[in-house]
């Protein structure tokens, strides 16, 4: 598995659900819609994470030591209404990494 669009639908087939289903996470608007993703494998991060977390999965950065770290949706908060600032989303940022170091 070697390219994005082989993980994601190797995550789809594993959780169970059809290619079409990604619409229930309100990246994309219709079945065709989540096709095109699919075949052209251009995803924002927020899009790819959503779509992740959906399936059970995390998208997150492996570090050279070992370390990881967990990349997190904002897309997800405006989809339940919640608008944000830069500075709201900078300041979720500086505390999640204060947590981390704890």
């Known amino acids: 598995?070697?390219?994005?669009?082989?993980m994601?639908?190797?995550a789809i087939r594993r959780a169970g659900k059809k290619q079409a289903?990604?619409?229930e996470t309100g990246v994309v608007g219709s079945a065709q819609a989540a096709?095109?993703?699919m075949k052209t494998s251009v995803w924002s991060v927020d899009e790819l994470v959503t779509v992740a977390n959906w399936l059970g999965c995390k998208v997150l950065f492996q570090f050279q030591d070992?370390?990881?770290?967990e990349i997190k949706a904002i897309?997800?908060?405006k989809l339940?209404?919640?608008?944000?600032?830069?500075n709201e989303i900078g300041e979720a940022?500086?505390?999640d990494d204060k947590n981390d170091s704890r």
Do not use: A, S
């Open 80 to 86: 339940r209404g919640k608008k944000e600032t830069k």
């Open 21 to 23: 289903d990604i619409t």
């Open 8 to 10: 994601i639908e190797n």
């Open 75 to 77: 897309f997800e908060k």
């Open 1 to 6: 598995m070697n390219n994005l669009r082989e």
């Open 93 to 95: 940022m500086e505390r």
């Open 35 to 37: 096709n095109r993703k």
């Open 66 to 69: 070992g370390e990881q770290r």
